[in-house]
């Protein structure tokens, strides 16, 4: 086995001076090859890693938006008996300031980017309407029993309706 510091001074042998020229420039062909070689095996690994790595981020970046989504969800359904109550006791003995704690609680909602849906008049789609009874004709809500709330496009609850 060759002495690495041997090997060291074969490599910076000029041609002139040895004399076996031709071996020595196949010797240093040989050895370009090989470090060319192993330098695109370095460098498909490093590749291999750094896409591993992005593919990595981006998915932990779609789970904690999927767990950040999901909390969100469940804090904000624990909030609509409370809500549901609040409009019920509207329907019945409606006053300026259980309107006024109404509008905050729906303010507070819209803020965290919860959408109320569901109103008289409206289209019924059995995607965001779930159809207690059907009175009318005509696919148009005429009451809505409780009210639907929606995270862009996800729904938290769909209203319940009579159409």
């Not at 060291?8 to 076996?20: A, L, V």
């Not at 050895?31 to 291999?48: G, H, I, N």
């Not at 980017?113 to 019924?124: I, L, N, Q, R």
Request: charged share 35%.
């Amino acid at each position: 086995m060759p002495d690495s510091a041997d090997e060291k001074e074969e490599e910076f042998i000029e041609e002139e001076e040895s004399g076996t020229g031709p071996a020595t420039i196949q010797k240093l062909r040989e050895k370009l090859q090989k470090a060319v070689e192993e330098k695109q095996q370095y460098l498909d690994s490093w590749q291999r890693a750094k896409a591993d790595f992005a593919n990595f981020k981006r998915q932990e970046a779609l789970i904690h938006a999927d767990r950040e989504a999901r909390i969100l969800s469940e804090t904000i359904e624990s909030f609509l008996p409370a809500l549901d109550a609040l409009e019920l006791s509207l329907k019945h003995a409606s006053s300026e300031e259980m309107i006024l704690i109404e509008k905050q609680f729906l303010d507070a909602l819209q803020r965290l980017g919860v959408e109320k849906f569901g109103s008289v008049g409206e289209e019924f789609n059995p995607h965001l309407h779930e159809a207690l009874a059907e009175q009318g004709k005509e696919n148009k809500i005429i009451s809505v029993e409780r009210s639907g709330y929606k995270i862009g496009d996800k729904i938290i609850r769909p209203a319940q309706v009579i159409i």
